[in-house]
């Protein structure tokens, strides 16, 4: 039996496969819900504070650079750790300040903020300026 020399393998239409394809596409983009991400709310006092409180307590700063400042001197986590701890156990009655400078790492306040609940410094002893 002879083949008739007319007839070839084509390969198949893809052009209905490609618009069953693209409706889909253009369904799933038309029914999905997108999700909105939520921030870390942060709550900022109401009152205005024309300067650093009347209480003296210890003041620890944030600076640029990946610095810790305490009386103009650079310590690290640790040492600020330390000072603060040592601080609370001496003055249980006032709060310990972090003021975070203009341009200064977000990441390393809240290092030196977990550090610091780790140490077992009780929520609400530490002020973030």
């Known amino acids: ?3 008739s020399s007319g007839t070839r393998d084509s390969p198949p239409d893809m052009t209905p496969m490609l618009d069953i394809v693209f409706i889909l596409i253009i369904f799933f ?12 709310g942060l709550e900022r006092p109401q009152g205005k504070q024309d300067g ?4 003296q307590g ?22 600020a750790v330390a000072l603060m701890k040592q ?9 310990i300040l972090v003021k975070l400078e203009a341009g200064a790492k977000l ?4 290092r030196l903020l977990d550090h610091g609940r780790m140490a077992g410094l ?3 002893s530490i002020a973030v300026l």
């Open 122 to 124: 009780p929520r609400g």
């Open 29 to 40: 983009v038309v029914t999905a819900s997108f999700v909105q991400e939520r921030g870390i």
């Open 52 to 55: 650093p409180p009347t209480q």
């Open 87 to 95: 601080f609370h156990v001496e003055h249980d009655d006032q709060i």
């Open 1 to 3: 039996m002879k083949r």
């Open 58 to 79: 210890l003041m620890l700063q944030v600076a640029p650079g990946h610095r810790i400042l305490y009386q103009g001197h650079v310590v690290d986590v640790w040492a």
């Open 107 to 110: 990441g390393l306040l809240i």
